[in-house]
């Protein structure tokens, strides 16, 4: 079992910067790809970042690329998404997610493929 917690939602104005943070325990942090997503009202789920096991590979959503960052520190157990130039639609929950791998280069981006998931924070952008 893994839990996960994440923190540093808040309000912030369009063209601000945000940096989330999800705190792993219970299982070796470095046996599982990590994922960011994200849910608006009145939407699905949607994929936000993701990070494998060790850190060498990293893929983003197509909204995002070039404005949010995901990093990770093992010795820590943690993942972060540093946002930067925040816009009125990256308002959502974001979750942050982990999926056991056998492959440490894995970067899981469906969410299907993931067995745990926090209870999200709420990132509000406003105009």
């Known amino acids: 079992q893994v839990q996960l917690v994440e923190s540093g939602g808040g309000l912030v104005q369009a063209g601000g910067s945000l940096r989330l943070s999800c705190a792993a325990s219970g299982r070796t942090f470095s046996d599982y790809a990590m994922g960011w997503f994200r849910q608006a009202p009145g939407k699905e789920r949607e994929f936000v970042a993701a990070i494998s096991a060790r850190g060498g590979g990293t893929h983003y959503a197509g909204s995002v690329k070039g404005r949010f960052t995901i990093s990770r520190d093992n010795a820590k157990n943690t993942i972060y998404l540093q946002m930067n130039s925040l816009k009125p639609e990256d308002t959502a929950v974001y979750y942050c997610?982990?999926?056991?791998?056998?492959?440490?280069?894995?970067?899981?981006?469906?969410?299907?493929?993931?067995?745990?998931w926090g209870q999200g924070t709420q990132v509000t952008v406003s105009s």
């Open positions: 997610a982990a999926s056991r791998v056998t492959l440490q280069a894995i970067v899981v981006v469906i969410p299907d493929e993931y067995d745990y």
